[in-house]
């Protein structure tokens, strides 16, 4: 019905009358419900807060949620006043609410509904909106309309008044130069970008988007990492060649893969790898250590937890798993996840979704778990530390990552590498290793392997002077290396395997200290067992003799100070 067809606004006495005025209690009621009469500076300045700290795209749908509250608080109201009247003069209820409430003056301009056919169409012409007009108090002339409390009460009303989703858009604003404000309501199929529209009334959409951009920040964080924070994935041995076959083959799939391995091989970074060579690598890589996180909060962590789930939980939490939605998470050091969370943990790996602690309803989660552990969970299992079912779904497809020195043929390339890159960040030049800090480096048995690599070439690279070569000597300053280069290293140990230099350098020590050779027996002597804890066994090795050999030199060191 065109403006010219619709009838005139029905009197609105019947809606004054609803309007009480409390005084004696402090309440103004309409019909059932406690209304405020809120001075709009006081709305204004909340305005311009939320403005200030959330911008406008989320102050918008924050106001449009809440006038869509209010609109169909008022839908309610209106079956109940004019139960039987005609269409038009029902719905007109909530206009002429919304006028008495000091909103706006509506001025319907189309009222078309054919709900056989599951359409309408209004367009109501609004004058004197006191957001517009608040609005551009602060914010001056807009180039968007600005309407939105106004606007979510009128979808919220129609929509509740119809019990069928209408939603409205202000098509013209006065914040925006028009004469009027108008705005045009459909139902929310008849919208070509309905869908989109209703977002803006989804209860968590800021949350959700919250929650998106925090996914989106763990994703670029992922491919914004330089190629050597996440470690060098570098080699050429056939033990690294072996691993990375295993890698690329289960990439593009979504098996559950298991990295094994000592500590220090470096599984974060075969993980990274994964990831990278597969179809998520654009979505984030969240990485979980197990045994750094306390074991209380070891479940909100993974698994989030709704606002007051625990003790201390003040807002809602967004677990690992859903951070993770799209992408790869990594357990780490997982045979620490204590029993409980391995139960939920298989759970969420059977039915793919997520329980937040103290929510009643899951979520879906579509990620791709990669668990690594540097122990024995077969071991664990036997021990009644690890759950057997867990260990069979998280051994599909296990990977074993070789420790270094099974990888010797790679350690040249690594430590070259990582030369390069703790000369650079200490601005250094260094000409490369000596011969024998190359050969010092394939003898070792490296029990830290990569991260004990690192470690060492970081220090040596401290230690040595600009356009100098990294000697094994500044790499191993514990260890004994040999004169000759044939010759690598050997554990720390008697005088005898000393090279003469450093032996020459001892003996000017002693003899400059002016030490008798049997004060020096009796210092080392008493050195040893101190250092062993009264051990005798332990002191006699560590001095090269046997047990009954200490025993008999400190018989006759006793005998001495008893003299
Ligand atoms: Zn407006």
Redesign the pocket.
């Known amino acids: 019905m065109p403006l010219a067809s619709l009838p005139p606004l029905p009197s609105d006495a019947d809606l004054r009358r609803l309007l009480q005025f409390s005084t004696e209690d402090g309440r103004i009621w309409l019909a059932g419900q406690r209304m405020l009469l809120v001075h709009t500076a006081a709305l204004q300045a909340l305005r311009r807060e939320l403005m200030t700290s959330l911008g406008a795209e989320h102050t918008r749908r924050l106001l449009l949620r809440a006038g869509y509250a209010s609109g169909e608080r008022d839908a309610l109201l209106a079956r109940q006043v004019r139960p039987d009247a005609p269409l038009f003069e029902a719905f007109a209820a909530g206009p002429q609410l919304h006028m008495l409430e000091g909103a706006v003056r509506v001025t319907p301009r189309v009222f078309d509904l054919d709900e056989a056919a599951g359409h309408f169409h209004g367009i109501f012409q609004?004058d004197h909106?006191w957001?517009?007009e608040a609005h551009q108090v602060d914010f001056g002339p807009q180039d968007a309309?600005?309407?939105w409390m106004?606007l979510g009460y009128a979808s919220g009303y129609t929509s509740a008044f119809f019990r069928r989703r209408v939603l409205f858009k202000?098509v013209q604003?006065?914040?925006c130069g028009a004469p009027h404000?108008l705005i045009e309501g459909r139902f929310v199929h008849e919208w070509p970008d309905g869908e989109q529209l209703a977002r803006d009334y989804d209860p968590d959409s800021m949350l959700v988007r919250i929650d998106e951009l925090q996914s989106q920040v763990e994703a670029l964080r992922t491919q914004l990492q330089p190629a050597d924070e996440q470690g060098p994935l570098l080699g050429r041995s056939r033990a690294f060649a072996g691993t990375i076959e295993l890698l690329r083959k289960a990439a593009p799939t979504q098996v559950t893969v298991l990295l094994t391995g000592e500590t220090g091989v470096g599984k974060e970074r075969f993980a990274r790898a994964l990831h990278a060579m597969g179809p998520r690598a654009d979505k984030p890589f969240v990485a979980v250590n197990c045994a750094a996180l306390p074991a209380e909060l070891i479940e909100s962590e993974l698994f989030g937890a709704e606002k007051g789930a625990y003790t201390g939980a003040t807002a809602a939490r967004v677990g690992r798993f859903e951070r993770a939605h799209g992408g790869t998470l990594m357990l780490d050091e997982l045979g620490e996840l204590p029993l409980p969370a391995q139960a939920k943990l298989l759970r969420v790996l059977q039915q793919g979704e997520v329980e937040r602690l103290g929510a009643n309803q899951t979520r879906k989660v579509d990620v791709r778990v990669v668990a690594a552990t540097n122990v024995d969970l077969e071991k664990a299992v036997e021990e009644g530390r690890f759950r057997r079912d867990l260990l069979y779904r998280l051994n599909i497809y296990p990977i074993r990552i070789p420790p270094l020195r099974e990888r010797a043929d790679d350690i040249p390339l690594l430590a070259m590498h990582l030369l390069q890159k703790y000369a650079a960040q200490h601005g250094k030049r260094l000409a490369g290793f000596t011969d024998r800090a190359l050969a010092a480096m394939r003898a070792h048995t490296w029990p830290g392997n990569v991260r004990e690599l690192e470690n060492l070439i970081e220090r040596g690279v401290i230690l040595t002077t600009s356009d100098d070569s990294v000697d094994a000597g500044t790499l191993f300053p514990h260890l004994v290396v040999l004169p000759d280069a044939s010759a690598s290293v050997s554990p720390a140990g008697t005088l005898e395997q000393a090279p003469p230099a450093q032996a020459a350098q001892l003996c000017d020590a002693v003899l400059s200290s002016g030490l008798t050779l049997e004060a020096l027996e009796d210092a080392l002597i008493g050195e040893a067992v101190a250092r062993a804890g009264g051990n005798l066994s332990a002191a006699a090795r560590t001095l090269g003799l046997t047990r009954p050999q200490l025993s008999y030199r400190l018989a006759r060191l006793n005998e001495r100070n008893t003299r």
Do not use: Y
Request: charged residues 15%; glycine residues 0%.
């Open positions: 609004w909106s957001e517009a309309p600005v309407c106004l202000e604003c006065t914040a404000c």
